[in-house]
């Protein structure tokens, strides 16, 4: 019994951090596509009239606002990060 224990304990051991890392590793990959959106918004709104730039702010504090969820580990909503992404690709942006 003790020795099933043991063998049970260790797996569920090196299984925890491996799901961690896969989940991290997909996180890297959110936030590296979150910092390109952003950088498209930030360009775009060098190019608008001062009183347009709001939106552009708006929605480039969204993406930060992100961005720092993420890389602080909390749960973001997949469903948000595609909205953000889509809002961030749409044209004049």
Not at 52 to 58: A, L, P, T, Y
């Amino acid at each position: 019994m003790n020795a099933l224990k043991t063998v049970v304990l260790t797996l569920a051991a090196l299984t925890v951090p491996a799901v961690s890392l896969a989940a991290d590793a997909g996180s890297r990959n959110r936030i590296e596509e979150l910092q390109h959106a952003k950088q498209r918004v930030a360009q775009s709104a060098e190019t608008i009239k001062p009183g347009q730039r709001h939106s552009f702010v708006r929605e480039e504090r969204r993406l930060q606002a992100l961005i720092d969820d993420l890389q602080a580990g909390k749960a973001v909503d997949p469903a948000e990060i595609d909205r953000a992404l889509k809002r961030a690709s749409r044209p004049g942006w």
